[in-house]
Structure formats: structure tokens, C-alpha cells
Nanobody
Framework: QVQLVESGGGLVQAGGSLGLSCAAS????????MGWFRQAPGKEREFVAA????????YYAHSLKGRFTISGDNTKNTVLLQMHSLEPEDTAVYYC??????????????????WGQGTQVTVSS
């Protein structure tokens, strides 16, 4: 079993920055890719960003590219999400996810086998 624990959420003013961290633990961890998703109240969970553990490919939601950056440290089994120029519309619970099989659809929730409990990000106007 794999456990994912997010941290770093909180309250930030519009235009500010915030960094999220996801620590993976459990059985010998081997993941093809890690992803970040978010879910705002009353909305479906949506893709934010993903990265292969090898770090050779990253993927972003088109609307977020340029403001959000995903990075990982596979020696520490940690993946980070740096968020800049935050907007009130970025307010959501942010989830970390791990895909343990190769996928050609890293933006698809169904590609991920393991999920964290989520961390709240609130952007005030």
C-alpha cells in the first residue's frame, strides 16, 4: 500500500504564491507518474499538473501553464507544486496522486491508483 500526504496548503492573497508538497511512503515505492488535481466546491475534480518520476516529461492543464510548476525529488519520494500569481478561482482542495502504470493520459483521474487526502488552498481577493 502506498500513502500520499500533502502539505503546504493555506490562505494566500490574490497575486501571491504557495507551494504544495506530497510525500509518498509505504511499500517500496515505484511510480510511473505523479499528478496534482484540484476540486473546488460544487465542481468536479480537475487536472492541474503531472510529471513522470524520471522528470523527463511534465504535463500541465493548459489554463495553468506558466503559473504552476511541478517538480519532484525521487530520492525523497516527494513531488512539489509551486503556484504563482494565484487567483481566487484557484481556491480548491488540491490532491496528490500516483500512477503505478504507464499512462498516455496523465490528465485522466482514472490513470492514478493512489490519492492523498487533499490540502485546502484558499485565495482571497
Amino acid at each position: 500500500q502506498v500513502q500520499l500526504v500533502e502539505s503546504g496548503g493555506g490562505l494566500v492573497q490574490a497575486g501571491g504564491s504557495l507551494g504544495l508538497s506530497c510525500a509518498a511512503s509505504g511499500r517500496t515505492f515505484s511510480s510511473y507518474a505523479m499528478g496534482w488535481f484540484r476540486q473546488a466546491p460544487g465542481k468536479e475534480r480537475e487536472f492541474v499538473a503531472a510529471s513522470r518520476w524520471s522528470g523527463d516529461r511534465t504535463y500541465y492543464a493548459h489554463s495553468l501553464k506558466g503559473r504552476f510548476t511541478i517538480s519532484g525529488d525521487n530520492t525523497k519520494n516527494t513531488v512539489l507544486l509551486q503556484m504563482h500569481s494565484l487567483e481566487p478561482e484557484d481556491t480548491a482542495v488540491y490532491y496528490c496522486a500516483a500512477a503505478d502504470k504507464p499512462t498516455t493520459t496523465p490528465a485522466d483521474l482514472n490513470a492514478y491508483s493512489y490519492w492523498g487526502q487533499g490540502t485546502q488552498v484558499t485565495v482571497s481577493s
